[in-house]
């Protein structure tokens, strides 16, 4: 399979844990992004990378989330002192810079804080 | 401040009826535009890309127009079977970023 993969699918967490999701992307795309998906609502912008620099960060992106790309090829975000309200799913998606720079979606992980 | 509005919010039809998804945005200056298709739990995957310069695509049974001027996307379906059930995303490129910026979708149901 060569679309972008996304590890762990589905992670529960008590209210205050630290968790980290991981996200390979299409192996030739050169840029990574990451978005976060609540119930009944669109993708909303987290941050996104071109190789290993972080480009761009939103807003939503508070202090207790970090993500990196130390390669340029995988990336990790992680989330630190987890809240109820950091429950959503968690979709990274990657492009390659050319005429169409298409976006590519993985399967998304679904985090759910108690 | 880009904001994508899509109407209706859900949509139930028959199968075999074509059908008009559309989706609006508030400011012009936009580098592409992006239908996206998810099933219920799943990860997105793309249908149509219509870049600023370009009036409409197409991929099989559907069929995306895009009038930059009004801030107006349209995704047309013909033929619809049950398998084409799930919720379709707009997206916009806004002219001076990489991010997408979506609607909230439309979550179409055709029932045999």
């Known amino acids: 399979d060569t679309g972008v993969s996304q590890d762990p699918r589905h992670k529960i967490t008590k209210r205050g844990q630290n968790v980290t999701f991981r996200c390979d992307p299409i192996?030739?795309?050169?840029?990574l992004y990451w978005y976060r998906q609540t119930l009944g609502q669109g993708p909303e912008f987290l941050t996104y990378?071109?190789?290993?620099?972080?480009?761009?960060k939103s807003r939503l992106l508070s202090d207790r989330f970090s993500a990196e790309r130390p390669k340029g090829s995988f990336s990790t975000l992680e989330i630190q002192r987890t809240e109820q309200g950091d429950s959503a799913m968690y979709l990274c998606?990657?492009?390659?810079?050319?005429?169409?720079?298409?976006?590519?979606f993985g399967p998304g992980t679904r985090l759910t804080v108690l | 401040k880009q904001e994508v509005t899509q109407i209706p919010a859900a949509l139930s039809v028959p199968e075999g009826e074509n059908l008009v998804l559309n989706c609006s945005f508030t400011?012009?200056?936009?580098?592409?535009l992006q239908w996206f298709r998810q099933d219920p739990g799943k990860g997105l995957t793309s249908l149509l890309l219509i870049q600023s310069s370009q009036r409409e695509q197409t991929s099989g049974r559907l069929n995306a127009s895009l009038d930059k001027s009004s801030g107006r996307s349209t995704l047309y379906i013909a033929a619809s079977q049950p398998g084409d059930s799930a919720t379709y995303l707009c997206?916009?490129?806004?002219?001076?970023?990489?991010?997408?910026?979506f609607g909230t979708g439309t979550r179409l149901q055709v029932f045999p």
């Open positions: 997206a916009v490129r806004p002219g001076n970023t990489d991010k997408l910026i």
């Open positions: 400011d012009s200056a936009i580098y592409n």
């Open positions: 998606a990657s492009s390659l810079v050319d005429s169409t720079d298409t976006q590519y």
């Open positions: 192996s030739e795309h050169n840029r």
């Open positions: 990378f071109q190789n290993e620099a972080q480009l761009e």
